[in-house]
Nanobody
Framework: QVQLVESGGGLVQAGGSLRLSCAAS????????MGWFRQTPGKEREFVAT????????DYRDSVKGRFTISRDNAKNTVYLQVNSLKLDDTAVYYC?????????????????WGQGTQVTVSS
């Protein structure tokens, strides 16, 4: 019933930009904290960014601060991740996730629902 569908990934050159989208259905979207995570082969999934229910509070891992921007449109049940100034190390599958609650927003285990992921590949 609950579905999160990511889109917007692709192959870009270093320094380029993409806008990732995650469309949610089957839940009361405005009640959920939303997060973006990423994963590369051989590594554990890692926190990228989160945004609270209203969009008034955001959080980013240090390596993406100033380059990535998370936002949400509750009227469209969609969360976005604008990724700018992409680096080779940003190459990963990017996942969106949803959770209720206020604490542990960086903790992957606290999220209730996950999308299928969208591939971002950065080339030199």
């Amino acid at each position: 019933q609950v579905q999160l569908v990511e889109s917007g990934g692709g192959l870009v050159q270093a320094g380029g930009s993409l806008r990732l989208s995650c469309a949610a259905s089957g839940l009361t979207f405005s009640r959920y904290l939303m997060g973006w995570f990423r994963q590369t082969p051989g590594k554990e999934r890692e926190f990228v960014a989160t945004i609270n229910w209203s969009g008034s509070m955001t959080d980013y891992r240090d390596s993406v601060k100033g380059r990535f921007t998370i936002s949400r449109d509750n009227a469209k049940n969609t969360v976005y991740l604008q990724v700018n100034s992409l680096k080779l190390d940003d190459t990963a599958v990017y996942y969106c996730a949803a959770r209720l609650g206020v604490g542990g927003r960086r903790n992957i285990k606290e999220y209730d629902y996950w999308g299928q992921g969208t591939q971002v590949t950065v080339s030199s």
